[in-house]
């Protein structure tokens, strides 16, 4: 299989939870010394949720927000008395606090946040390393911490495949994890897709762009999105779409399109979409039933893509396909709840 990666850097779209544990990593390898800041709670008009984080390194290096700002000042400070100390501490923010007025909260919003060193007595390094490792490979990590003192609790709770970050119900540890995060995979570097991947970016997917032509799938064309010189099908197959992953395609070539959708209908993608007239998916439609798919199994396929909002223009097109990506992922949710 003859493929390419190439990759931008890391842009501010990208700065998940996921980015961030990988770099907390990687700053760590470098020599850094530095502590974590998480959301344990929030309450009213708080603007970050449970399980956010933020990264302060020992020469104040930050990266990431816990309150958008109201709070950093105080977080960093805490962060940077753990790296003296070794261990982390709770810090709570709200609106019976002398400092809520200067810290922003005097809307009524209140903030729980863990600043934990990386540290033997807070997150060990080990530990940081699997969990970039394991969100590398996309797999969920849960770490649980002691929600006073930023250690890692000894008896950890086993969580359910739908658990979210926040304190447990005795308020004594903090829950952190972190769910392989939304993807999703976009067949054909054209012009339509220079405005959605960045847009999918943005909206917290990772993006990947597929184009077995060189000249499309480039750094230049896509900075910070990685591009995958391959055939869609050969791609698939070592990054396997998942039940958290979109699927795109949008070169209007058969020849590259239709091996991406039948790869695409071989796996568990939530949303499977493709370009084209209606003219032009009804003769999809009978190529991929000549591949041996029926009638249940292109009922998965969204085609045109999109939401009917009489786009024309590439980015009002992209725009479309990217809202009909999270209506289709919102209704499942729903569903399942």
Request: proline share 5%; with cysteine.
């Amino acid at each position: 299989m003859n493929q390419s990666i190439t990759t931008g850097q890391l842009s501010t779209a990208q700065v998940t939870n996921a980015a961030l544990i990988g770099r907390a990593a990687e700053w760590h390898a470098a020599g850094h010394r530095l502590a974590l800041a998480f959301v344990m709670q929030s309450w009213g008009s708080s603007p970050r949720p449970a399980g956010s984080v933020m990264l302060v390194r020992e020469d104040m290096a930050v990266e990431g927000s816990v309150s958008g700002g109201c709070v950093e000042g105080a977080v960093i400070e805490a962060a940077m008395t753990a790296l003296q100390d070794g261990t982390g501490q709770r810090l709570d923010f709200g609106v019976a606090d002398e400092t809520a007025w200067e810290v922003g909260l005097s809307c009524g919003g209140k903030i729980a946040v863990l600043v934990t060193p990386v540290a033997d007595q807070g997150l060990p390094a080990a530990l940081l390393r699997d969990m970039a490792a394991d969100i590398a490979a996309r797999r969920q990590v849960y770490v649980r911490f002691d929600a006073g003192t930023g250690a890692i609790a000894t008896d950890p709770a086993t969580p359910s495949v739908t658990a979210r970050s926040g304190l447990d119900d005795t308020g004594s540890f903090f829950d952190f994890v972190e769910t392989p995060p939304r993807r999703v995979m976009i067949v054909g570097g054209v012009h339509i897709t220079q405005f959605l991947a960045p847009m999918a970016q943005a909206a917290g997917y990772d993006v990947l762009v597929i184009d077995p032509r060189a000249v499309f799938a480039t750094a230049d064309r896509f900075p910070g999105i990685t591009c995958v010189t391959g055939w869609p099908d050969e791609v698939m197959v070592d990054v396997v779409p998942d039940s958290q992953t979109a699927i795109v395609t949008l070169t209007h070539d058969p020849k590259i399109d239709d091996p991406g959708l039948v790869a695409a209908l071989r796996s568990p993608a939530y949303y499977v979409g493709c370009l084209g007239s209606r003219r032009t998916h009804a003769a999809r439609c009978d190529r991929l039933r000549d591949s041996g798919f029926d009638d249940d199994d292109l009922g998965r396929l969204h085609g045109p893509a999109g939401l009917d909002i009489r786009a024309k223009t590439p980015a009002e097109i992209a725009v479309s396909i990217l809202a009909q990506m999270i209506a289709v992922e919102r209704a499942q949710q729903s569903n399942l709840s």
